[in-house]
């Protein structure tokens, strides 16, 4: 059971994808009797049939559909493997980031351009939690992740990418006058996940005599997808406060006002990754494409 011939499993697999024997054999450059003999073998070594011969054609049994499904698992992680090995194409094979919600919006697009220009690129990004984004790195999910805080871990290096300002985004009719907080009070705080330490940092360091915390705020809308959260703003319902990245990948962003606060507040940008003694060049090109988009953050 340790020893499953490789040509073996690839004659089944293809038998299972043409569902003919004759046609199996000759894209494998096979006699048919050949193909036979190499499903024969398998059944052997298994100890089961794997496939009824007696059904118009044939059909496979519960073990030959665990075993076909083993053996694409098998293709799969040998594909991934030699493509890993592959480091010297900055343009072919897998890369994977994480940030928070708000970065990726303004990541992806990025990403995507790369792809069209690299059909070879294989681009994933996912929007998740900081601590979540840290233990992806480190079990290797991740190729890099861009969080708020710098990690304290010996597995782990990071650099810092810059500030992200905080922003208190008001309706396009505000731009260039300051907002009393009665002002915002009146319009209607929009709440989302991350909007009560939002809120705590930027009304809490500009608005200090009048702001007694989040569950005070007049709440005019929730919403949780990030993507949404300026809609209500752009149309005159409510203000919120966002990252900067969230705001520059909002399609309506003509429609916003960003406050000019007093007191202006950052998340401390940092992109992570495993301590190594070399990033591939596919790697390297995703932190050059990481450094680019959070430049557009006019981080400090």
């Not at 799969?76 to 940030?99: C, H, N, P, V």
């Amino acid at each position: 059971m340790n020893d499953l011939n490789s040509l073996w499993l690839k004659s089944f697999t293809v038998l299972c994808e043409e569902r003919h024997f004759t046609r199996a054999a000759a894209r494998l450059n096979m006699t048919q009797p050949g193909m036979s003999q190499h499903i024969a073998k398998l059944e052997q070594k298994l100890g089961v049939a794997l496939i009824e011969r007696d059904a118009p054609g044939f059909a496979l049994t519960d073990a030959g559909e665990k075993t076909l499904a083993m053996a694409r698992a098998r293709w799969r992680e040998e594909r991934d493997f030699l493509e890993s090995l592959d480091d010297e194409d900055e343009d072919r094979g897998k890369i994977s980031a994480a940030s928070s919600s708000s970065f990726a919006m303004l990541l992806y697009p990025a990403l995507i351009q790369w792809m069209a220009d690299a059909p070879g690129i294989s681009a994933s990004l996912t929007a998740a939690p900081e601590d979540s984004i840290v233990a992806g790195v480190l079990s290797g999910s991740y190729d890099v992740g861009v969080i708020a805080n710098a990690p304290r871990h010996p597995r782990l290096t990071a650099e810092y990418l810059g500030a992200e300002p905080l922003d208190l985004i008001l309706p396009r009719k505000w731009d260039g006058r300051q907002p009393r907080f009665e002002d915002l009070q009146s319009l209607g705080f929009v709440q989302h996940p991350d909007g009560t330490t939002y809120a705590d940092a930027v009304l809490g360091s500009n608005f200090a005599k009048e702001y007694r915390g989040a569950e005070r705020l007049h709440v005019r809308s929730t919403v949780n997808q990030i993507g949404q959260i300026p809609e209500p703003v752009a149309r005159g319902l409510g203000y919120s406060i966002l990252p900067r990245s969230g705001v520059l990948a909002y399609p309506g962003r003509e429609q916003l006002s960003i406050a000019q606060c007093p007191q202006p507040s950052f998340l401390e940008l940092h992109l992570v990754e495993l301590k190594r003694r070399a990033r591939s060049p596919r790697v390297e090109k995703l932190f050059r494409l990481v450094r680019k988009e959070a430049g557009k953050l006019e981080c400090r």
